[in-house]
């Protein structure tokens, strides 16, 4: 089991970037294929973005491609997502997820973290 823990969520002007952290516990994180996904109130959670467990293949969903980008670095066991050029649609709570393989659903999810993008 796994346990993930977001940070870097914050308020930023339209424009801006910010750099999302997924630290992971209990199990070394190159087990896992990790994703991001954001959920704003009243709406389903949708996917961000998504990375293999080696990180040689990464995920994005159109409203971001160009603008944000998914890594990892096993070594700390921390996933990253670098969000530029942020627009005010952009805010929204971002949660990390982890799966043993893309087969499967997302298993474990850490607990969230607010962006707002101001216009």
């Known amino acids: 089991q796994v346990q993930l823990v977001e940070s870097g969520g914050g308020r930023v002007q339209a424009g801006g970037s910010l750099r999302l952290s997924c630290a992971a516990s209990?199990?070394?994180?190159?087990?896992?294929?990790m994703g991001w996904f954001r959920q704003t109130t009243g709406k389903e959670r949708e996917f961000v973005a998504s990375?293999?467990?080696?990180?040689?293949?990464?995920y994005y969903a159109d409203s971001v491609k160009g603008r944000f980008t998914i890594s990892r670095d096993n070594a700390k066991n921390t996933v990253y997502l670098q969000m530029n050029s942020l627009k005010p649609e952009d805010t929204a709570v971002y949660y990390c997820?982890?799966?043993?393989?893309?087969?499967?659903?997302?298993?474990?999810w850490g607990q969230g973290t607010q962006v707002t993008v101001s216009s």
């Open positions: 209990g199990r070394t994180l190159s087990s896992y294929h």
């Open positions: 997820a982890a799966r043993a393989t893309v087969a499967r659903d997302y298993d474990y």
């Open positions: 990375i293999s467990r080696s990180g040689v293949s990464t």
